[in-house]
């Protein structure tokens, strides 16, 4: 068997184990997401960036994201969260264990035959930046804190939003999921526009 046979059929496996494209099929229309400057009402600057961040809350606790942000080491799937199946582990550097790499089985794109999401650098995100279970502030603050956003400043996060292309995958993921909402362009748009009004975060 050759090697784009193997993959091709372990592929069709893991979509069998998990049951994604039949139990998570949605439709492909995402919600949207308002614009900057649609907030503009807001007189208050504070008020004004803590409700910019509330709607870019959208994206970062739809599914697309916090199933790759979990609490634990086991990442999530489908529109409800469960646990990945087969079980994986988050390894030491959030690529899997050694023997059950990500790579294995998320190829460098979705593999919507088998409904397996892919990308070349498949992987968890790393545990300081677990947002599974935590409110809307909580996640705010985390993402402020060089400690545990991958030391990124500001100005990094809303390029690491809006451009970079994991991130990216949310807004494509493939047959049988429901896009994060809007657009990975809108989300950074409102990321700049919450940093520049003083990347105050909602109560």
């Known amino acids: ?18 049951g994604t494209p039949m139990a998570d099929a949605v439709s492909d229309q995402s919600d949207s997401l308002a614009s900057p400057e649609s907030f503009a009402s807001i007189a208050y600057p504070a008020a004004r960036s803590a409700a910019m961040f509330a709607e870019l809350g959208k994206v970062l606790t739809n599914p697309r994201c916090v199933n790759c942000h979990p609490a634990g080491d086991r990442p999530r799937q489908g529109e409800q969260g469960r646990l990945h199946q087969p079980p994986v582990e988050r390894g030491a550097d959030g690529h899997g264990l050694p023997a059950m790499h990500c790579s294995i089985c998320h190829q460098q794109a979705n593999f ?15 545990r300081e930046m677990a947002w599974e279970g935590k409110t809307l502030a909580e996640i705010c603050a985390q993402i402020k804190d060089p400690a ?22 949310a807004w494509a993921p493939g047959f049988g999921r429901k ?3 809007g657009t990975q362009q809108e989300a950074g748009a409102l990321a700049e526009a919450w940093v520049k009004t003083g990347a105050v975060c909602p109560n």
């Open 1 to 18: 068997m050759g090697e784009e046979m193997r993959i091709t059929v372990l592929a069709a496996l893991v979509a069998l184990l998990t």
């Open 112 to 126: 919507d035959p088998a409904g397996v999401p892919g990308h070349p650098e498949w992987h968890l995100a790393p």
């Open 148 to 169: 545990r956003n991958g030391r990124r400043s500001l100005e990094a996060l809303v390029h690491h939003i809006g451009t970079d292309t994991l991130v990216g995958w």
């Open 179 to 181: 896009p994060a909402p």
